[in-house]
């Protein structure tokens, strides 16, 4: 079976590394160059940020994340010789309104992963001693990790640009889906050229709008931008991920700390902007003030695809027997990539589902209010 894949990103590589892997033929389409917008910008938390806060559908994709994208490391990296680097650092959260539904989540919706204890005076310095003295108690995940994301996706495009099922086509937007009877005949890229597959995958993310009026449907997904601040210290210097007010620290093994993020409702722009970049800097000192001996070496910023509950989208196209989605995860398309990216290939191949596909249906989807 040929299967053409219209967005390169997270979930558009992991759909096509859960494919080929059992034997599908696969082309992957993507506007730009691969791996560049929302996956490539975030932070690579493994974990939602305050699971609570989120449906229980987005944490049932996500608690699997860190597993799989270790047994994914373990078979690609021999291959490409780019480790995923997953950072096993911990995190502190200093949310004093979040203490008691943190330390219950657990236990309450088994997630071992997400157990957490109460820190206060020396036990906190002992975990880390670069934080703030003013922030005096905090609860600690030990078992959450992040991701660098940059690493993780050039390992996979690194193995599919080299796999004998495989074809890549980069800076190649694809415009047009020729709909009949209920079938996607072939779709054309914007110089006019046939795409030809047995079936066909949107994981265009924050673009994924674009397809509404081709499908007659309503597909809420929205650009929303986040920008992020990269300072640069010594390898290890901080030893736990922080967060406090949705601003978050993330330590790379090598030094680098991702600060971040902001949101913001303005289209397609992904310029920074000075005020946005102090609000960050000012929270992440807030919570390490030593940072700010440190440079400063890359701003920027990306846009999530925004959907109502942060739900995804994942499933068979309603009325449209050869077009699949996997789009709409909004800040946490990498922590539920690996199993959004499996639920996908076990629908598409009419397999038995680990979790429950009616949580993710396209049948979610409407048709547009005409006015």
């Known amino acids: 079976m040929h299967i053409a894949i219209i967005g390169a990103g997270v979930s558009g590589l992991l759909t096509a590394l859960e494919l080929i892997e059992h034997g599908c033929q696969v082309s992957i389409f993507d506007q730009q160059q691969a791996g560049q917008a929302a996956s490539w910008a975030g932070g690579g938390i493994l974990s939602p940020m305050y699971p609570w806060r989120y449906p229980q559908a987005v944490n049932t994709l996500a608690q699997n994340g860190k597993t799989l994208y270790q047994q994914w490391n373990q078979k690609l990296q021999p291959l490409t010789g780019i480790d995923f680097e997953i950072h096993d650092t911990g995190m502190l959260i200093f949310d004093e309104s979040d203490f008691e539904i943190g330390l219950n989540y657990a236990k309450k919706h088994r997630e071992p992963m997400q157990h957490a204890s109460y820190l206060d005076g020396n036990p906190l310095q002992q975990v880390n001693s670069r934080i703030n003295s003013k922030l005096e108690q905090a609860i600690y995940f030990p078992e959450l990790s992040n991701i660098r994301n940059p690493r993780l996706l050039q390992s996979i495009m690194a193995y599919l640009k080299q796999h004998p099922l495989v ?162 995860h909004f800040r946490n398309g990498l922590c539920m990539g690996p199993a959004s990216a499996q639920l996908l290939r076990q629908l598409m191949l009419k397999q038995p589902t680990d979790i429950n596909p009616a949580l993710y249906s396209p049948e979610r989807l409407s048709k547009p209010v005409m006015v």
């Open 167 to 328: 074809r890549f086509f980069e800076h190649r937007p694809v415009v047009k889906l020729h709909i009949q009877q209920h079938q996607i005949g072939y779709v054309l890229d914007e110089s006019g050229i046939k795409i030809e597959a047995d079936q066909f995958v949107i994981a265009t993310g924050a673009w994924s709008q674009h397809w509404s009026q081709q499908l007659d449907l309503d597909i809420p997904v929205h650009p929303v931008q986040g920008q992020m601040v990269l300072f640069k210290a010594p390898a290890q210097w901080l030893p736990t991920m922080c967060m406090n007010n949705v601003m978050y620290l993330i330590p790379r093994q090598d030094g680098h700390i991702v600060c971040g993020s902001s949101m913001a409702h303005c289209g397609f722009n992904t310029l920074p902007d000075s005020t946005t970049k102090q609000n960050i800097v000012d929270a992440c000192l807030e919570m390490v003030p030593e940072l700010a001996q440190f440079p400063i070496v890359k701003q920027w910023a990306g846009l999530r695809p925004s959907s109502p509950t942060g739900i995804p989208y994942i499933g068979q196209v309603p009325e449209i027997d050869n077009l699949w989605i996997n789009a709409g």
